[in-house]
C-alpha cells in the first residue's frame, strides 16, 4: 500500500510570495496533521482536519491556512512568506483524530524563503 | 516551559552497547505516548507507542511514568543502524502530537 504523499518534495520561493503544499493520505485515513520542521527542532504542530473540518490548530499566525477535500486529500497554504517560514513541512494521516490513532508521515517538502 | 523536553545528546555509542534517555512533559491530562526515529533529512517513523506497563519489541524498551512525566527508551545491543534522532512525542487531551527536540544516538564501529 502507498504510504502519505506530498507534492512538492523541493520549493524555493522568495519573501512575499504565496504557497500552497499538498498532501495524499494512506488510503482509509481519513485525518491530515500538518507540522513545520526547523533545523534542529522536533515538528510543531500546525493544522489537523478530520472529515474535512479543522479539528485542531496550533500557535501559527493566520497566514497558514488548510483544507482538506472529499477524497481526505489536503493542502496548506502559506501566504506572505517570511524568511522564517524556510523549514520542512510534514503531512501525517491516522484513522481518526483519536488518542490511539497513530500518524504516518509522508516525506515532508522542504521549503526555503530567500 | 515547552510542552516535551529531551536531552539533546549526542550520545556516541558502541555497537553493541546498550543506551538509554528519556524526556519529560509538562501536561498530565496526556493521553497517548510515542517514540519516533528520525533519519537525517527524512520525515519521523513510529518506533513504538509507550504503554503505562511498559512495553518491549525487540531490542527497545520504553518506560512510562505518569507520576513523574516521564517516558524513557533503552536500546540494547545497539546496531550501527540505530543511528539517528529518536523524537519523544506525546499526545494531549486536544489529541495533537506534541514532539520533543530530539534525542541524537550515533553507534561506532
Known amino acids: 500500500d502507498a504510504g502519505v504523499t506530498q507534492s512538492p518534495t523541493h520549493l524555493i520561493k522568495t519573501r512575499g510570495q504565496q504557497v500552497t503544499l499538498r498532501c495524499s493520505p494512506i488510503s482509509g485515513h481519513k485525518s491530515v496533521s500538518w507540522y513545520q520542521q526547523v533545523l534542529g527542532q522536533g515538528p510543531q504542530f500546525i493544522f489537523q482536519y478530520y472529515e474535512k473540518e479543522e479539528r485542531g490548530r496550533g500557535n501559527f499566525p493566520d497566514r497558514f491556512s488548510a483544507r482538506q477535500f472529499p477524497n481526505y486529500s489536503s493542502e496548506l497554504n502559506v501566504n506572505a512568506l517570511l524568511l522564517g517560514d524556510s523549514a520542512l513541512y510534514l503531512c501525517?494521516?491516522?484513522?481518526?483524530?483519536?488518542?490511539?490513532?497513530?500518524?504516518?508521515f509522508g516525506p515532508g517538502t522542504r521549503l526555503t524563503v530567500l | 516551559r515547552k510542552e516535551v523536553e529531551q536531552d539533546p545528546g549526542p550520545f556516541n555509542v558502541p555497537e553493541g552497547a546498550t543506551v538509554a534517555f528519556n524526556c519529560t512533559y509538562s501536561?498530565?491530562?496526556?493521553?497517548?505516548f510515542f517514540w519516533y526515529r528520525q533519519d537525517c533529512r527524512k520525515e519521523p517513523k513510529l518506533l513504538m507507542s509507550v504503554y503505562s506497563s511498559g512495553n518491549e519489541d525487540g531490542r527497545f524498551t520504553a518506560q512510562l511514568n505518569r507520576a513523574s512525566q516521564y517516558i524513557s527508551l533503552l536500546i540494547r545491543d545497539s546496531k550501527l543502524s540505530d543511528s539517528a534522532t529518536y523524537l519523544c512525542?506525546?499526545?494531549?487531551?486536544?489529541?495533537?502530537?506534541?514532539f520533543g527536540a530530539g534525542t541524537t544516538v550515533t553507534v561506532r564501529a
Open positions: 512525542v506525546v499526545k494531549g487531551d486536544d489529541y495533537k502530537l506534541s
Open positions: 501536561n498530565s491530562a496526556s493521553q497517548s
Open positions: 501525517a494521516s491516522s484513522l481518526g483524530p483519536g488518542p490511539t490513532d497513530t500518524q504516518y
